[in-house]
C-alpha cells in the first residue's frame, strides 16, 4: 500500500484542492469528514495528517471538531487556516475575531524557515480567507511568518511536527505554496513519492468490486471523458454487469449521437444502450426560462428514463454517474460540507430525494485532469480523453432562456463552427473549454442590401487547469474574425457574434 496523507474536511471549498496538490507529488491523499472516528483515521494509516480551512468560527457554539485524540497519534499535522485557528484553539493557544477580516492577497514575511518554509524567499505573496486569527499560541509552539494583518501566519512545534498556516498554499494564487506542502510532504512527514494513477485504478477496481458484489449497473454515457472513464473503469472492475445507457434528451451537440455510439462501439466494451428521449425532454422543459429548474427538470426527467430502461433491462441496483469532484463542491448548501451553494449540477442537485437507484460514483474524488490521466491508464483515445467538458443538461444550458427546436439547432450549427475552427487552427487542444451562447436577444443587421433581425450568438472559451477558476482565452483577432464570419454567413437565424471576455470568478464558466 502507498504512503497515505489524511485530509480532514472542516468545509473548505478547497479541501480536495488540497488533496489533488498532494496527488501532484505522487503521494496517496484521501479525504474523511472531519468528525471521522479514531478508527477510521487510524484505518486509514496515514503518515501526516492536514487538516482543511471551512467556513466556521472556531469560537461559535457547535464549531466543527475533529477527535481529540487525533494529537496523540505521534504523525506530523498542518493545519491550514481554520485548520490553524483549531489547531491553536485545542491545544491551549487564543483565538479571536479579526477587527479586519483578511481576505485576498497579502505579503508573508517568514521570520524562520525552518523545515516548512526552507528553501524559500523570505517573502511571499499568500492567499488569505479568514475573519479570526490566533493572538496567543499555545505552548511548544513559536511563530514562524506573519502578515500585516496576523501576526501569527504561520506557526510551529518542531518537537511534535505540528505545523500551522493561517494562508491556502494548495490555491493557485500563493506563491510557492505548492513549495510549502513539498516540504510537508517530503521533509516532515518523510514522504516516498510511491502512489500514481495506476494505484488508483487497482484502489477504484476493489472499491467498485465490494461496493457492487453481483448486482447489476447502468451508466449513464454521454461520450465526453467523465463518462466514457467511469465506463472504462467500471468495466474494468464488473465486466458484464454494466450496461452503459447513452440518453438522447434533444439537447445534444450536432452529430453526437452517431458519434458517441461509434466512440463507444470501438473503445469500450461492454453493452450499450441509447433512449432516444429529446420529445420528452423539450416537452417538459417547454416554457421554462429559470436555470435552475431547467437543471432540475433535465436532471429528474433523465432519472425517470432510466427507470424505463431498468424496466427493460430487469434487476438493476446501481446508476452509475462520471460525477467529478468540482459538480460536487459547486452543489453542497450553505449550511453543508464542504462548501457555498453556486450552482446545482446535473449528477447532483438534479437527483430526486427518492432515487430508485443507488448511485456510484468512481471519479467524485477527482478533478478534471486527473480523469484524463486515468482515461490514458486505462487505454482511451486521445480523442475522448482530451474532449472538452460538456455539462450533463447539455445545450439546455447554453440556450439562455426558452428551449425551443430552433433556438438549438441555430446553437448547434454556430458551435460546430466554433469547434471546427478551434481544432483547424490548433487552439482546441490549447482550451480547457470552447463553446457557443445562444442570447435571447435580437439585433439589426444588413445583409447584401436586406435588413436582418436576428439572434446573437455568444463565443466563450477559457483557459484552466482544474475549473474551479478560469481565465478567458485571448484568441487570435484573425481567428475570432473567421468564426464570426462563418456563423453570420453560414448559420441562418444568426446576425450578431460576441466573445465572453468574464473569468472565473467572478463568473462561472457556464452561463446558466
Keep these: 500500500m502507498a504512503q497515505t496523507i489524511l485530509v480532514l474536511d472542516f468545509g473548505s471549498q478547497y479541501t480536495q484542492v488540497i488533496a489533488r496538490r498532494i496527488r501532484e507529488q505522487s503521494v496517496y491523499s484521501q479525504v474523511l469528514p472531519h468528525n471521522s472516528s479514531l478508527n477510521a483515521i ?4 496515514p503518515v501526516g495528517i492536514i487538516l482543511s480551512g471551512g467556513p466556521a468560527s472556531v469560537l461559535s457554539k457547535g464549531a466543527p ?25 485545542l491545544l491551549g493557544g487564543e483565538v479571536k475575531k479579526c477587527e479586519r477580516r483578511e481576505y485576498g492577497r497579502s ?27 490566533i493572538v496567543k499560541i499555545p505552548k511548544g509552539f513559536q511563530g514562524i511568518a506573519c502578515t500585516e494583518n496576523s501576526q501569527f501566519s504561520a506557526i510551529e512545534d518542531s518537537k511534535r511536527k505540528f505545523f500551522g498556516l493561517q494562508f491556502h498554499p494548495e490555491v493557485e494564487h500563493s506563491q510557492l505554496g505548492v513549495e510549502v506542502i513539498k516540504n510537508f510532504l517530503f521533509s516532515i512527514c518523510k514522504c516516498k513519492a510511491d502512489w500514481d494513477m495506476g494505484d488508483f485504478i487497482e484502489t477504484s477496481v476493489e472499491r467498485i468490486r465490494q461496493q457492487v458484489g453481483s448486482k447489476r449497473v447502468i451508466l449513464g454515457l454521454s461520450g465526453g471523458v467523465d463518462s466514457s472513464v467511469a465506463a472504462a473503469l467500471i468495466d474494468r472492475a464488473i465486466g458484464k454487469q454494466l450496461t452503459s445507457i447513452f440518453v438522447d434528451n434533444g439537447l445534444l451537440r450536432q452529430n453526437e449521437r452517431n458519434e458517441v455510439i461509434k466512440l463507444f462501439n470501438d473503445h469500450i466494451p461492454g453493452k450499450l444502450r441509447v433512449a432516444k428521449a429529446g420529445k420528452l425532454f423539450l416537452t417538459k422543459l417547454k416554457g421554462v426560462s429559470d436555470p435552475e429548474r431547467k437543471r432540475k427538470i433535465i436532471g429528474k426527467t433523465f432519472i425517470d428514463v432510466f427507470d424505463q430502461e431498468v424496466k427493460s433491462l430487469g434487476d438493476v441496483d446501481f446508476l452509475a454517474q462520471g460525477t467529478l469532484y468540482p459538480d460536487v463542491i459547486e452543489s453542497v448548501p450553505i449550511g453543508g460540507n464542504p462548501a457555498a451553494l453556486i450552482k446545482s449540477h446535473h449528477n447532483v442537485g438534479g437527483l430526486p430525494d427518492k432515487m430508485k437507484l443507488k448511485l456510484l460514483e468512481p471519479l467524485r474524488e477527482l478533478f478534471k485532469d486527473e480523469v484524463r490521466l486515468l482515461g490514458k491508464k486505462l487505454g482511451l483515445p486521445d480523442n475522448v480523453i482530451n474532449r472538452h467538458p460538456f455539462p450533463g443538461p447539455g445545450l439546455g444550458v447554453r440556450v439562455i432562456g426558452d428551449l425551443t427546436n430552433k433556438r438549438l439547432n441555430i446553437l448547434r450549427q454556430a458551435d460546430a463552427i466554433f469547434i471546427q475552427e478551434l481544432r483547424n487552427s490548433g487552439w482546441y487542444a490549447k482550451l480547457w473549454q470552447a463553446f457557443c451562447v445562444f442570447l435571447p436577444i435580437r439585433s439589426v443587421g444588413v445583409m447584401g442590401d436586406e435588413r436582418t433581425y436576428e439572434n446573437v450568438i455568444c463565443l466563450r472559451a477559457v483557459t484552466s487547469s482544474d475549473a474551479m477558476t478560469a481565465d478567458w482565452a485571448k484568441l487570435p483577432d484573425a481567428l475570432l474574425r473567421k468564426v464570426s464570419s462563418r456563423i453570420i454567413n453560414e448559420v441562418k437565424g444568426a446576425n450578431r457574434v460576441a466573445y465572453d471576455i468574464s473569468s472565473k470568478p467572478p463568473s462561472t464558466i457556464e452561463w446558466e
Design 42 to 45: 487510524k484505518a486509514a494509516n
Design 65 to 89: 471538531l475533529p477527535h481529540k485524540q487525533i494529537f496523540s497519534l505521534g504523525v506530523p499535522i498542518l493545519g491550514i487556516c481554520y485548520g490553524l485557528q483549531l489547531m491553536g484553539k
Design 107 to 133: 505579503e508573508l514575511i517568514i521570520t524562520k524557515a525552518g523545515k516548512l518554509f526552507n528553501g524559500l524567499p523570505k517573502s511571499l505573496t499568500v492567499w488569505n480567507s479568514h475573519g479570526d486569527a
